[in-house]
């Protein structure tokens, strides 16, 4: 089945900066990978995601960015400002939800 | 607005005992997902069901039971057979899980502790 590593653990950055988180898959079959922001106490929200047939893809300040080939996919947040603080989620699935797997999470912190 | 409502948001479970977390959506999402959720973990698997009146176990079912009685409802249940359940549970549902892909609504969780 499916394996989804993700790195860093914890990342702090100073207001204002990037941020980028990474993760790899393990199935070449895998095509759907989305990212989930959670706050403190919350369900994870669905913040953007990528299909495998598109290479990049943007929503204002944040972007994900996906190597087929290498089997990983990053998040890239500019920018940061101190609500972009929460663990954030990468996941993967070959089409069908019910395969999906996620990654152990990312604490991001956005220091003012 | 829509969206899914997990109930209760905090639960107390006593040792030997079976407890049952209600989630609810009106989104009319035909799949809908338990996840638990462990520190320093990713979320894992417990059940899924595509459709009323059926479903089926994740990585971690042991312990747990669910029905699917009505589309809007997916209730779990937290059986004394599980050995270690305190964590942070998660309802999901999405709308056409074979159809590509499509990224899960969640609800805002039920956080169990056994005592």
């Known amino acids: 089945g499916e394996n989804v590593e993700q790195h860093p653990s914890t990342l702090s950055v100073q207001e204002g900066d990037s941020a980028v988180i990474k993760c790899t898959y393990s199935d070449s079959a895998s095509n759907y990978f989305p990212w989930y922001k959670q706050e403190l106490g919350k369900g994870p929200q669905l913040i953007i995601d990528?299909?495998?047939?598109?290479g990049e893809k943007k929503d204002q300040r944040i972007a994900v960015t996906l190597n087929k080939t290498a089997k990983h996919f990053s998040l890239h947040i500019t920018e940061t400002q101190p609500e972009d603080s929460a663990v954030y989620f990468c996941a993967a699935s070959y089409g069908n939800n019910n395969d999906m797997r996620f990654g152990a999470g990312t604490r991001l912190t956005v220091k003012p | 607005d829509g969206g899914i409502t997990q109930s209760p948001k905090y639960l107390f479970r006593k040792e030997g005992q079976n407890v049952t977390l209600s989630c609810e959506q009106n989104l009319n999402h035909d799949a809908m997902y338990w996840y638990r959720q462990d520190p320093g973990q990713g979320l894992r698997l417990i059940y899924y069901s595509q459709i009323v009146n059926d479903f089926q176990k994740g990585d971690i079912a042991e312990g747990y039971s669910v029905s699917r009685e009505k589309k809007e409802s997916f209730p779990l249940t937290v059986t004394s057979a599980q050995k270690n359940p305190t964590a942070f549970y998660l309802c999901a549902s999405t709308l056409r899980p074979n159809d590509g892909g499509y990224g899960y609504t969640f609800g805002s969780g039920t956080r169990l502790t056994v005592v």
């Open positions: 990528i299909r495998s047939n598109v």
